[in-house]
């Protein structure tokens, strides 16, 4: 599982199991689905711990998506706001460094967002992006989310 929430109400959810995926996205801007029992109930069975997760909050979404086989299955307020919210999964180092800057009002080291971003997080690579932080301080997250280093 992936997340985002931007602090103004926006947010995303991506779940991964095997072969299946889906997408949550909530823009405040755009408001909820209409019908949301009915496109909940356009999910394959497989996804039946994506839609009744409560960490989700599926009632509230602008976007569901599953995928089905290579092709997503789209419900959408609207596609192209959702689209942009989900940029992040392609970004580049330094597209990712502009972002992040934006967001956190803070300078990253390129360098350091670009050893990440191959595997290679060290205790430099923390240190460079967060004074305040080792690698020891992030272990158990680094694990849990299956980062490989």
Sequence with gaps: ???????SGDEWFLWVKND???LKVMSHEFGTLNDIEAIKNQF?????SFISEPAFSINESTSLWYLS???WVKFDV????????????EFTASEYKEW?????????PLEAIEKIMAG???????HLL?????????????NEIGYNR
Excluded: H, Q, W
């Design 1 to 7: 599982m992936a997340s985002m929430r931007d602090g």
């Design 20 to 22: 299946l995926a889906a």
């Design 44 to 48: 394959p069975t497989d996804y039946a």
């Design 69 to 71: 086989e290579t092709e």
């Design 78 to 89: 609207n596609e192209e706001e959702t689209e942009k919210l989900i940029k992040v999964f």
């Design 100 to 108: 992040a800057e934006n967001y956190y009002e803070n300078e990253f």
């Design 120 to 126: 290679n997080c060290s205790d430099n690579e923390v």
């Design 130 to 142: 967060n004074e305040d932080l080792s690698y020891k301080d992030i272990e158990e997250e680094i």
